[in-house]
């Protein structure tokens, strides 16, 4: 395993991701505690010392998880991370209430790392607001020896985060930011990697496979990177990529299955960055495929809690971008005429709950709506 000094402390290159461990019958709430269990102890028996939970992860029980499985080792061995779930503005309020029962589904008395969750335009007032207090809070916390590491993740604009550091910066430890060689134009994560550079801030990574699309690629695309690296395979690049980025200090991968995890860690036992030509080349080849369409959708699931009626939101918008970048076909007609009535993008009653915890800000309820028409159901 590659490890990145931050401070005094050598951190796993690696970092297991606990958004999307194994699930029983698709339920995203019900983990699969034997699976996840054994995933964790593979991880930490092959050197990943960094393991990143939240408050929101699989319903709430992520924590739980990660408690139940972590405690069993000694604490000063392994690196855990959590955050205060602002991506829901009604949480502002509950700061001390939040932090104090993350802390006790974790079964810790502190957390190595700590996050302002998902800094964006939804939330950058209420962060940001001393009313709510909570910037003070953790700053105690902090003091306290209870926070050993703040930082902040954002899926906001450049302008957000920017207003976030000038507000927090100087106290921030590090940034995480959904980094990846789709994103690099995409979503201006080369932007917004430059301005934590610029602030001499780590950056921590995540979505590096984009919730699984780069863990495969276009049939051209494959081609033209193994003709450069026929060694590696297409998620390898994914990780090359990002070990070329200045800065870039941990990588979290939200692992599904053993399989996955396996194969990760044997890439995160070398070092092998991009050169500047294949650094540029994987760009100009994804770009080509962005420009066919598509919406940003990471499955993080936060929408699915605020949906009414219960949609399957990733999954809907998952088969909508296949329907808009292949120009049609059988797939997605297929797939939603699979599924119950109530269950079709038909079924949106537009109230925009799930648009107001949205990392990405994708407007969903259009996608819905635009949906539906494109498959006349």
């Not at 698709?26 to 269990?37: K, N, Q, R, V």
């Not at 054994?38 to 092959?46: K, L, Q, R, S």
């Not at 069993?72 to 502002?92: C, H, T, V």
């Not at 699984?212 to 026929?230: H, I, S, Y």
Request: aromatic content about 10%; charged content about 25%; glycine content about 8%.
């Amino acid at each position: 395993m590659i490890y990145r000094d931050f401070q005094d402390m050598k951190l796993s290159g690696l970092g297991l991701g606990m958004m999307r461990l194994p699930v029983v019958a698709g339920d995203d709430s019900a983990i699969d505690e034997a699976a996840a269990e054994a995933m964790i102890d593979y991880a930490y028996e092959n050197g990943i010392n960094y393991f990143d939970t939240a408050w929101g992860y699989h319903g709430g029980n992520s924590e739980l998880i990660a408690g139940k499985c972590l405690s069993k080792y000694p604490r000063d061995s392994y690196y855990l991370a959590s955050k205060f779930p602002g991506y829901d503005n009604s949480n502002m309020p509950k700061v001390k209430e939040i932090f104090e029962k993350q802390l006790e589904k974790c079964r810790t008395e502190y957390f190595d790392f700590y996050l302002f969750h998902n800094v964006y335009e939804g939330n950058i007032d209420d962060y940001l607001n001393p009313e709510f207090g909570i910037f003070d809070y953790l700053m105690e916390q902090k003091k306290n020896g209870r926070i050993r590491h703040l930082g902040f993740s954002a899926h906001g604009s450049v302008e957000v985060m920017q207003r976030f550091l000038d507000a927090y910066g100087e106290h921030m430890e590090f940034g995480q930011l959904q980094l990846n060689y789709m994103d690099w134009h995409f979503q201006n994560a080369q932007e917004k990697a430059a301005l934590l550079q610029k602030a001499n801030i780590p950056i921590w990574v995540m979505e590096p496979l984009r919730g699984g699309k780069l863990a495969e690629a276009p049939t051209d695309m494959e081609q033209a990177l193994a003709a450069m690296r026929p060694e590696e395979t297409v998620p390898a690049w994914a990780f090359r990529f990002l070990q070329a980025v200045p800065g870039v200090t941990v990588v979290l991968s939200g692992m599904s299955n053993m399989e996955q995890l396996k194969e990760n860690i044997a890439i995160w036992q070398e070092d092998k960055p991009l050169s500047e030509e294949e650094f540029n080349r994987i760009i100009e080849l994804i770009d080509v495929e962005v420009q066919k369409g598509g919406l940003p959708c990471t499955a993080c699931h936060y929408c699915t809690s605020h949906c009414p009626k219960g949609l399957p939101i990733p999954e809907l918008i998952s088969l909508y971008n296949e329907h808009k970048i292949t120009g049609g076909g059988f797939l997605a007609p297929m797939a939603v005429a699979s599924m119950p009535e109530e269950k079709r993008p038909a079924s949106c009653v537009g109230c925009r709950g799930c648009e107001q915890v949205c990392p990405q800000q994708i407007k969903i309820s259009e996608m819905m709506k635009e949906f539906s028409g494109m498959l006349g159901m």
